[in-house]
């Protein structure tokens, strides 16, 4: 199906709303000035609980500004199952949130998108958000959660896990290192990702220490989430998210953090960080630090500011 007209609503959040987009070559192609795509089957059968994929992507965005999904109840598509990637960006600045991608419609069972189940090579985009229902389910894909080549991809409060390859990968190429700087050019401007150097439990509280190089004198948000097994990778994923924080470099680039939140995560449990920039870069998951494991003689200091959630509780910095 390609849609080429300004301002249509596909789908839509009332009951019976939705389109089953499945069993095709492709699946739905979008481009004009404004689309909004919400509450559509896009690879899965009408009752969204078994995979009946488009052989090539579920959704592909060629350009304009749009809206996938949605904040509420119903404005969700299910976009799992297809052979190629879930969603393909390759222009436009859009708005992804809300929707479960690889999943089933319980957003628990594996119908993993063959490829990536987000793929940005071009435009911008915002992926989740900071609002209630913002987030995304981006999990058992063949590829990685999100693949990015382009820039001002803001990735933010997902949970990704269980995906072939990374969480989230500038330009699909592997784990990106970080470099002294943060001067180096690709997708996402490649955004060097913070380093955990402890996650430590005791007194009923996880407290987490690390460092972020980058930019001198820049401000960056922070998110830290936690996942049951370690990628294979070393890095990641972002099961999910325990806490956020601001922080801001100083004039070498250098920032530290140190944050604690109520509750002591499991000696099993990994974590994992992301750094944002004020363009919306987002970086790769950085390498994991198991809870319990720690660097000798780590050096932290305050964060600028903070928001944190750990299952709907609120964190406390210290």
């Known amino acids: 199906m390609f849609v080429n007209r300004n301002s249509n609503t596909i789908g839509g959040s009332s009951p019976g709303a939705g389109n089953v ?135 933010s409060q997902n949970p990704i896990f269980g995906n072939g390859a990374l969480g989230i990968d500038l330009d699909n190429n592997g784990p990106t290192p970080n470099d002294p700087g943060d001067s180096d050019a690709g997708g996402n401007s490649r955004q060097n990702f913070p380093e955990i150097d402890s996650a430590l439990i005791g007194g009923g509280l996880t407290t987490i220490n690390g460092s972020l190089e980058s930019a001198a004198d820049t ?8 996942n049951e097994f370690s990628d294979p990778s070393g890095h990641g994923e972002g099961q999910v998210l325990v806490s956020s924080a601001d922080v801001l470099t100083d004039g070498t680039g250098e920032a530290t953090f140190a944050l604690d939140f109520p509750g002591e995560l499991s000696l099993q449990d990994v974590v994992t960080a992301t750094a944002t920039d004020p363009s919306g870069n987002t970086s790769e998951f950085s390498p994991n630090r198991l809870v319990g494991e720690a660097i000798a003689d780590v050096a932290v200091t305050q964060v600028a500011s903070a928001d944190s959630y750990i299952l709907g509780e609120s964190l406390t910095f210290t």
């Open 21 to 155: 987009i499945s069993g095709n070559s492709r699946g739905l192609n979008i481009a004009g000035d404004t689309q909004t795509v919400m509450g559509n089957l896009i690879g899965t059968d009408a009752t969204g609980m078994q995979a009946l994929g488009n052989q090539e992507y579920g959704l592909r965005i060629g350009g304009g500004s749009h809206q996938v999904g949605g904040l509420l109840a119903g404005e969700a598509n299910i976009i799992s199952g297809n052979q190629g990637d879930g969603i393909r960006q390759t222009g436009g600045s859009n708005l992804i949130q809300g929707n479960l991608i690889g999943v089933d419609q319980t957003g628990v069972a594996p119908l993993g998108n063959g490829q990536d189940g987000i793929n940005l090579s071009g435009g911008d985009a915002t992926v989740g958000g900071e609002a209630v229902g913002a987030a995304n389910i981006i999990a058992y894909n063949g590829r990685n959660g999100i693949g990015i080549s382009t820039t001002q991809a803001r990735i």
């Open 219 to 226: 401000s960056y948000r922070l998110e830290f989430f936690v």
